[in-house]
């Protein structure tokens, strides 16, 4: 008889911790258990499902990148509801049990919804998290014509690209002087910002809602704090995500912001591991504890996981609390590390030039690079990340670094 | 794979073939096979997109990579191209014109009494020469005309108050208008040679289409330096008529003394050929039953024309006479001798004999020849051959069983004499009239090298076969008629199956009307590389007899398996005289649209004259027929 | 040991010439010669890189089809894939341009196609037997071979200076 391992919750690290116990253990019983309907798929690519150019078959994971092997059983509609840590015993919502020698908490999170907005439980009222949130959309936005996007997060600028490409009208309400302010100083977003109003989004900045206004069809509007009214059909909340930790209540296992992790991605109990966005990791550049919902880090952090639960010990790095790379209205960023500069002691080098953006983020004393933030030209990205995650010594190419003229030959042993 | 296929994939000659299966037998290296280890050649090189003019260079401007458009001075793509092509035609200009001015300098010498062993031969040339320059003949002394011409030729290549003569004199008169109009007339030959080097060199000239008519007229002037080199060469040593020779490695004769002569200029094969004759008494006493000399490239080309002299091989396969072991001797003088040959000859127990204090060859002997002492020199370098027989004579040649008849040496005046025997008052008349009834639909001139990327002569053969049935009357210099004499396309046997029905019917009246008992060979061999002036000498008197300009003539050239810078230079006084030119090679040219454009396409605008850049053989001769009509066509033919 | 075959740079022979980034856009284009490679809209994309250092040392730099690869893990749409060659590959059709694996390269090898807006990168050349850039290169400084024997030659060479070292 194999090695019974139990996953609750089927996406990136829970899959890919699933696909590396399989590796690693041929004889193991692998169950994953999903809350989702939809077989476990690359959760990132939901806005192209919003405006029609994947379908789900196109998305999903298994027999792409890492996710290749077989024998895994995954059974969908299967959200975990309470675990007996003493039974290893881990009971559905649907109320069957399964045993389990090895556990993985990777149930990822939930999207927040702020408490002092009313009506978000109003029909046509989204926030982008699953698949079906995604197809909602696409139901929704054939009979939407203005959307009103909360929140000026990657997610939000994603969906609200994906709806502007349907030709509806989006405005955004940010509540920070700046969109993508987790990626930014407001101040560097000026090329995002340029490229985001010439591709027709509406960006309203420094103001909040209040209140979701609806009629017989749902949304028809959004009350605003300056005491504005925008009508709208269909509202989209991008106001962050928190850990989905719920099916845990009453148990006793440190959660502390998400499940606490030891370095080999184990919690605080006995054969219990945990990876992915509902997971405590620690950023190397901070040295501080972060909860992140960034699909690289829990495909890693699951490897890891795997490797742990079958046995081979593998200390997980961590990750940088901030590590984004993406394309929003034709321009490229990555963000990666300590990029938020205003009013700290770090030593930055920023240059801008017409079409391009970069800043340069190196510790208070000058020796050591802590983050660097691209906009346009994105050469090169995995360099800095190196450096930065590796904190490499940067004796001899820091005018490199600052100049954006580093690259992989400067790192070889002369 | 069979050797024998291996063998075709690099030469169409088959006595060249069979010298390769010599080679590979023996290990020695040739051409074929440092052209395989060259491989891959450097893309930049190919595209023209890289540049050493400068030391803060080398600069290549990488096509698919963004953000490197220019050089590290800011030139373009356009701009580095145009600079290239215009060194590669200040190149071939200086080459030309310095065989002309070798000439030059021996008439000059020997109309002061300093080169004895020089006369004039062909006093009725010196005349016309004389007369086209303005230079008064009646009641003169030859040698005092001779000394003004000359004294012209040298003026010639210095930047004067009048142009350069022997381009500007040679031409129609609407050509030239229209070079002037375009400012590409040359001052002086050495003047633009040395302008190119001056607009090309880093920091001055930086417009691509400047850049390129800077070469168009460095390319006129290259004209005048073939066309002088021609006048000279027949006033020396003769103006060409009709012969019959051989050409291919069969040449050779195992048991004589065989001495190649290899290179361009006449100033010493000459010489050679007729020293020879006094020292077969030597060559017997060393055992040999004579001494057989054969010529290569254009070297061959000059003494063919002339004496009938066999050319053994050309251009690409210059190595293979050596292989053979039957050469004794290899005398060079200069352009086109691979260095490779010093090699080959040590393997083979040859000797090479270098002449030039401008082209030695490390691993050969060296006699500094010279004017005033050229038979002296030429009873040198016979003597080292003779002795060099002494050591091989029991030793086994190899020569391939391999000749072709040949019937060369048609000069204008050849050709104008021929014709003068269809019709003695308008010897003209025939030839137009035929042209008109399309029996001659066009002519096309095949000039230039082999090159070891194309199997040899692949390129003439199909072409010139394509074009012949076509009833295109072909002319062929240089290693183009190297090329196709190997190819019996110079035997006049072969008239009627080569060529079409009307050509045939042209061919074989002229050839029956001076008494040869049959047709004139399929292709006319006008001489050597820069003999393609007499091309141009013909269409100058075909478009002057019937009032138009060169550029509506239905006359193509063509260059298919280019080597040498000088095919390039060529290529550009064609397409200013206003010919459709075909290349048979790339260029190194494309890494820039706009210089491929403006010399495919554009220039057609300015001057009537074109590229052709076309590697296949059977399109570019589609290209060429059309050019042909569609010239045709605007005569009202 | 596995028989696959690596790409393997030896800096000191490397000229900087770029053959090996024009042999590598050629291949990667349409007709796969470099003449229409050059009239081509949008250009192809070489995929190597030929970096300079002080001293004047050249460095071709090229996807090394890392063992546990970060771009693999990374790619958010499932675009990226290790092929029977074991050579890691982008499948263009499933790339969506998010540029999440140029962000953990730690080589810098992904590039970014600004036209069609997807990542482009080495694929070892699955049609050919050797890499294009490869066959390029004039001085061998890109070989292709297995690990083993490209260490073995490593060693052999190692003990031949050695042993000069001693002669000498």
């Known amino acids: 008889m194999g090695r019974k391992y139990v996953i609750v919750g089927g996406s990136a690290a829970g899959m890919a911790a699933a696909h590396t116990i399989r590796k690693k253990d041929r004889n193991g019983n692998i169950t994953v258990l999903s809350n989702e309907k939809a077989q476990p798929y690359f959760r990132p690519m939901i806005p192209y499902i919003i405006n029609g150019k994947k379908r789900p078959d196109d998305i999903f994971l298994s027999g792409s990148g890492i996710f290749t092997q077989g024998g895994i059983s995954v059974k969908t509609g299967f959200g975990a509801k309470s675990i007996d840590f003493q039974k290893k015993t881990v009971t559905t919502a649907s109320g069957e049990a399964f045993l389990y020698d090895k556990i993985l908490f990777s149930s990822g999170s939930t999207p927040y919804l702020p408490e002092n907005i009313e009506g978000l439980d109003s029909e046509g009222v989204f926030s982008l998290k699953t698949l079906s949130d995604a197809q909602g959309m696409a139901k929704r936005s054939e009979t939407a014509t203005h959307v009103v996007m909360l929140g000026g997060g990657i997610l939000n600028l994603k969906a609200a690209f994906a709806l502007l490409e349907k030709k509806l009208s989006v405005t955004m309400v940010v509540y920070s002087p700046e969109v993508l302010s987790q990626l930014m100083d407001p101040k560097d977003a000026f090329p995002i910002r340029n490229a985001l109003d010439n591709a027709g989004l509406n960006i309203i900045t420094g103001i909040s809602a209040t209140q979701v206004l609806t009629d017989s069809s749902g949304v028809c509007g959004v009350a605003l704090d300056n005491g504005s009214q925008i009508a709208c059909q269909m509202v989209c909340v991008g106001k962050g995500v928190v850990p989905d930790t719920g099916f845990l209540n009453g148990n006793d296992i440190k959660i502390d912001k998400g499940i606490f992790s030891d370095p080999y991605t184990q919690t605080s109990i006995k054969d219990a591991y945990t990876a992915g966005d509902v997971a405590v990791a620690i950023d190397p550049v901070t040295g501080e504890k972060t909860v992140t919902s960034l699909w690289t880090h829990a495909v890693e952090m699951g490897i890891c996981a795997g490797l742990n639960m079958t046995g081979s010990k593998t200390v997980y790095t961590g990750t940088l609390g901030i590590m984004n790379a993406t394309q929003v209205a034709d321009v490229p960023l990555v963000s990666m590390g300590i990029v938020h500069t205003k009013n700290s002691e770090y030593e930055t080098h920023a240059k801008k030039t017409r079409l391009t953006y970069r800043k340069i983020v190196f510790s208070k004393d000058g020796t050591r690079l802590i983050g660097a933030l691209f906009i346009g030209d994105i050469k090169n990205a995995g360099i800095y990340r190196y450096v930065i995650r590796e904190k490499k010594n940067i004796n001899g190419i820091k005018s490199h670094l600052i100049n954006h003229t580093v690259h992989y030959g400067h790192f070889m042993q002369p | ?637 | 040991m596995s028989d696959l075959k690596e790409i393997f740079v030896n800096t000191q022979h490397c000229t900087g010439c770029l053959s090996c980034k024009l042999a590598c856009a050629v291949q990667h284009s349409k007709n796969k010669d470099l003449f229409s490679a050059l009239s081509q809209d949008p250009k192809p994309k070489s995929r190597l890189y030929v970096e300079w250092l002080w001293g004047n040392t050249k460095v071709p730099v090229l996807c090394r089809h890392c063992e546990d690869a970060p771009c693999v893990n990374a790619c958010i749409s499932g675009a990226i894939t290790r092929a029977e060659n074991n050579a890691v590959i982008t499948n263009t059709d499933k790339c969506i341009g998010c540029w999440t694996c140029v962000m953990v390269c730690p080589y810098g090898v992904i590039g970014r196609d600004k036209d069609l807006k997807i990542a482009y990168r080495c694929d070892r050349c699955p049609d050919q037997d050797h890499p294009a850039c490869v066959d390029a290169c004039p001085t061998e400084a890109l070989t292709y071979a297995t690990v083993d024997k490209f260490s073995a030659e490593k060693r052999q060479a190692a003990s031949r200076e050695v042993a000069q070292g001693q002669g000498g």
């Open chain 2, 1 to 637: 794979m069979s050797l024998r296929n291996q063998f075709e994939e690099k030469t169409k000659d088959p006595a060249v073939q069979k010298m390769l299966g010599i080679a590979s037998e023996q290990e020695i290296e040739t051409v074929w096979d440092r052209y395989e280890n060259m491989l891959p050649q450097c893309g930049f090189g190919e595209t023209g997109l890289c540049c050493r003019h400068c030391l803060q260079g080398p600069c290549r401007i990488n096509p698919f990579e963004e953000g490197q458009e220019t050089g590290i001075c800011g030139a373009t793509a356009d701009v580095m191209v145009a600079r290239g092509l215009d060194r590669a035609i200040a190149a071939g200009t200086a080459a030309h014109s310095g065989h002309a001015k070798h000439l030059a300098h021996t008439l000059l010498k020997m109309a002061t009494g300093e080169a004895k062993d020089y006369k004039i031969t062909d006093a009725v040339k010196l005349n016309k020469v004389a007369n086209r320059l303005g230079i008064a003949v009646d009641n003169r002394e030859e040698k005092e005309i001779a000394l003004d011409v000359a004294r012209a030729a040298l003026a010639d290549f210095n930047e004067k108050e009048t142009p350069v003569l022997w381009a500007a004199g040679v031409v129609t008169p609407g050509r030239v208008k229209v070079l002037s109009d375009l400012g590409l007339v040359p001052k002086g030959i050495d003047h633009e040679v040395s302008e190119i080097m001056h607009r090309t060199l880093y920091g001055v000239d930086a417009d691509p289409v400047n850049l390129l008519l800077g070469g168009l007229r460095c390319g006129v002037a290259d004209l005048a330096g073939c066309y002088m080199g021609t006048d000279l060469a027949d006033i020396l040593f003769g103006t060409p008529t009709p012969l019959a020779s051989e050409a291919n490695l069969g040449t050779l004769k195992p048991d004589h003394v065989n001495i190649a002569l290899h290179g361009h200029n006449p100033v010493l094969s000459e010489i050679i050929v007729k020293v020879a004759q006094d020292m077969k008494d030597e060559a017997a006493k060393a055992g040999a039953a004579g001494i057989n000399i054969v010529g290569i490239c254009c070297t061959g080309n000059e003494l063919m024309e002339r004496h009938g002299i066999p050319s053994c091989t050309h251009s690409v396969s210059q190595e293979m006479a050596l292989l053979t072991g039957a050469v004794d001797a290899m005398i060079v003088d200069y352009q086109c001798i691979m260095p490779s040959i010093a090699s080959v000859a040590e393997c083979m127990g040859s000797k090479i004999i270098t002449t030039m204090d401008i082209c030695k060859i490390s691993g050969a002997d060296h006699i500094a020849v010279k004017e005033e002492t050229a038979a002296e020199n030429a009873k040198q370098a016979i003597s080292s051959a003779i002795s060099i027989f002494q050591t091989r004579k029991n030793r086994n040649c190899r020569i391939p069983d391999i000749t072709n008849k040949v019937i060369a040496g048609f000069s204008t005046e050849s050709i104008i004499a021929a014709l003068s025997k269809l019709d003695a008052q308008d010897p003209l008349k025939p030839l137009v009239d035929n042209i008109k009834a399309g029996n001659i639909r066009g002519v096309c001139l095949f000039a230039g090298c082999n090159n070891v990327k194309i199997p040899q002569d692949t390129n003439y053969i199909q072409m010139a076969e394509r074009l012949l049935k076509e009833n295109v009357l072909v002319l062929a210099t240089g290693c183009g008629a190297g090329s196709l004499m190997r190819h019996d396309f110079l035997d006049p046997s072969k008239t009627k199956e080569r060529c079409g029905e009307g050509l045939f019917a042209v061919l074989n009246a002229i050839g029956e009307a001076n008494g040869l008992g049959g047709p004139l060979p399929p292709v006319l061999h006008l001489g050597s590389c820069v003999d393609n002036s007499r091309a141009v000498e013909i269409t100058v008197a075909l478009a002057n007899y019937l009032g138009v300009d060169i550029d509506q003539l239905p006359v193509v050239a063509s260059a298919p398996e280019a080597t040498s810078e000088k095919a390039i230079s060529i290529g550009c006084y064609a397409v200013a005289a206003g010919l459709p030119t075909h290349v048979g090679v790339m260029i190194p040219v494309t890494g820039s649209a706009l210089v491929t454009s403006v010399l495919t396409e554009k220039v057609k605008e300015l001057t009537g004259g074109y590229f052709i850049v076309d590697p296949d053989p059977q399109s570019a001769a589609d290209k060429l027929i059309s050019a042909i009509d569609e010239r045709r066509k605007g005569l009202g033919l």
